[in-house]
């Protein structure tokens, strides 16, 4: 079934106040989502936050099962973070290095997982590879096939980068890594809740995504998929008690689920809200989800083709939800102001997110739209509007 936009607008109360374009930044929330966290704050204000966790065992629990549908894994294989970042670091910091190791990775890569591929690499010997691009601008598989040898233990991709509209293509990278039996990690910040995903037809041992993005649950939230496949020889970086069990004086037991990721405390509101964030979208129909956003991303593609001195930034076969552009003469930074000034929201992408990237194409930065299926062709018109003329260059 086609997305029903008017009962999506009207669930989510920032389609009054703005034209939210900056989905892949944090989506706006609908107001089940913001409803399940504040019950859950109310419950802790009024009788503690402990027993208010116990009283809500089963929606917590809930969001394991939900997640597991999301992505076609099983709950056992789910682990709560408060964020990507911490899910990614949990899986990537989990693996054991022996210098000469390869890591083999993508140019559209993201700042946090190249500077914790550097570390490694500066601590523990290891060698980092940048996979070249095909003549699409997606990480060219055929150069991946031919980089792999016996030192790759790990190929660690971004299935959509931060900055631009570009799909990898995430189940030909999977059937590499299998048939070479090399661990894939797989960065689907920008994917989950955009596009349809089933770790078992990718074929990737880890995947780590945020709630707060397409999405559209709370910040402070996100999770880790492991594959059972690899539980038993992936050790967290560090362990508390809900994570292993302290066995005697001077042993302990790790435990045999994702959950070895996770830590004691969080924040069990956002994590209950997560769940109905994913309940949501389940609800929606990710094919559908899916066709909305790049309908209307391909439509605000075709709007920005027509005016003088915008250029469009997306490569790839597949493209998604996210439009990245510049304007002649403006700088991308000063455009976010004047734009958000306007109640219209975007974000920037710079060469310190993304630069293997965007270093290598001679972009500083680039203004970056990210349409979700609430947004209107109207509010892409109103964006294209506010646009300025462009501005000469190269003058001195």
Same mark, same amino acid.
């Given at each position: 079934m086609p997305i029903d936009v008017e009962r999506a607008r009207r669930d989510t109360a920032g389609c009054t106040n703005v034209t939210?374009?900056?989905?892949?930044?944090?989506?706006?929330?609908?107001?089940?989502?913001?409803?399940?966290?504040?019950?859950?704050?109310?419950?802790?204000?009024?009788?503690?936050?402990?027993?208010?966790?116990?009283?809500?065992?089963?929606?917590?629990?809930?969001?394991?099962?939900?997640?597991?549908?999301?992505?076609?894994?099983?709950?056992?294989?789910?682990?709560?973070?408060?964020?990507?970042?911490?899910?990614?670091?949990?899986?990537?910091?989990?693996?054991?290095?022996?210098?000469?190791?390869?890591?083999?990775?993508?140019?559209?890569?993201?700042?946090?997982?190249?500077?914790?591929?550097?570390?490694?690499?500066?601590?523990?010997?290891?060698?980092?590879?940048?996979?070249?691009?095909?003549?699409?601008?997606?990480?060219?598989?055929?150069?991946?096939?031919?980089?792999?040898?016996?030192?790759?233990?790990?190929?660690?991709?971004?299935?959509?980068?931060?900055?631009?509209?570009?799909?990898?293509?995430?189940?030909?990278?999977?059937?590499?890594?299998?048939?070479?039996?090399?661990?894939?990690?797989?960065?689907?910040?920008?994917?989950?809740?955009?596009?349809?995903?089933?770790?078992?037809?990718?074929?990737?041992?880890?995947?780590?995504?945020?709630?707060?993005?397409?999405?559209?649950?709370?910040?402070?939230?996100?999770?880790?998929?492991?594959?059972?496949?690899?539980?038993?020889?992936?050790?967290?970086?560090?362990?508390?008690?809900?994570?292993?069990?302290?066995?005697?004086?001077?042993?302990?037991?790790?435990?045999?689920?994702?959950?070895?990721?996770?830590?004691?405390?969080?924040?069990?509101? +956002?994590?209950?809200? &997560?769940? /109905?964030?994913?309940?949501?979208?389940? @609800? !929606?129909?990710?094919?559908?989800?899916? #066709? *909305? $956003?790049?309908?209307?991303?391909?439509?605000?593609?075709?709007?920005?083709?027509?005016?003088?001195?915008?250029?469009?930034?997306?490569?790839?076969?597949?493209?998604? +939800?996210?439009?990245? &552009?510049? /304007?002649?003469?403006?700088?991308?930074? @000063? !455009?976010?102001?004047?734009?958000?000034? #306007? *109640? $219209?929201?975007?974000?920037?992408?710079?060469?310190?997110?993304?630069?293997?990237?965007?270093?290598?194409?001679?972009?500083?930065?680039?203004?970056?739209?990210?349409?979700?299926?609430?947004?209107?062709?109207?509010?892409?018109?109103?964006?294209?509007?506010?646009?300025?003329?462009?501005?000469?260059?190269?003058?001195?």
């Amino acid at each position: 079934m086609p997305i029903d936009v008017e009962r999506a607008r009207r669930d989510t109360a920032g389609c009054t106040n703005v034209t939210h374009l900056n989905n892949a930044g944090s989506a706006l929330p609908p107001r089940q989502v913001v409803d399940a966290v504040v019950h859950h704050l109310r419950l802790e204000e009024e009788g503690g936050g402990y027993e208010a966790a116990l009283a809500e065992t089963d929606r917590i629990e809930h969001v394991y099962g939900a997640l597991a549908r999301l992505i076609g894994a099983g709950p056992h294989e789910i682990a709560l973070q408060e964020n990507a970042t911490r899910a990614w670091d949990m899986a990537f910091h989990g693996l054991r290095w022996q210098p000469g190791d390869r890591i083999l990775t993508g140019r559209s890569e993201y700042a946090s997982n190249a500077i914790a591929y550097l570390q490694t690499a500066r601590r523990y010997g290891v060698r980092v590879e940048v996979v070249p691009d095909d003549e699409h601008g997606q990480i060219s598989v055929p150069a991946l096939r031919e980089l792999i040898d016996e030192r790759v233990k790990l190929i660690g991709v971004t299935h959509v980068p931060t900055q631009g509209g570009l799909v990898n293509p995430a189940a030909e990278i999977g059937e590499v890594a299998r048939a070479a039996g090399v661990r894939y990690l797989l960065d689907a910040c920008q994917s989950v809740g955009q596009l349809p995903l089933d770790v078992r037809e990718i074929g990737c041992d880890l995947l780590t995504a945020p709630g707060r993005k397409y999405l559209r649950g709370p910040r402070g939230t996100g999770f880790l998929y492991c594959s059972e496949r690899l539980l038993e020889s992936l050790e967290p970086p560090f362990l508390d008690l809900r994570s292993a069990v302290w066995t005697g004086p001077d042993s302990y037991r790790v435990r045999d689920d994702a959950r070895r990721f996770e830590s004691w405390e969080n924040g069990v509101a +956002g994590r209950i809200g &997560l769940g /109905v964030a994913v309940d949501y979208a389940l @609800d !929606l129909g990710l094919p559908a989800i899916e #066709q *909305r $956003i790049t309908e209307l991303a391909e439509g605000l593609r075709e709007r920005l083709r027509a005016l003088p001195g915008v250029r469009m930034h997306d490569r790839g076969v597949r493209q998604c +939800g996210i439009v990245s &552009l510049t /304007v002649d003469g403006h700088d991308s930074s @000063d !455009l976010l102001r004047e734009l958000r000034a #306007q *109640r $219209i929201n975007l974000s920037v992408s710079t060469v310190g997110q993304a630069r293997w990237d965007l270093a290598e194409r001679g972009l500083e930065s680039v203004l970056r739209a990210s349409v979700h299926y609430y947004n209107t062709e109207q509010e892409l018109d109103r964006l294209c509007a506010a646009l300025p003329a462009p501005r000469p260059t190269g003058l001195g």
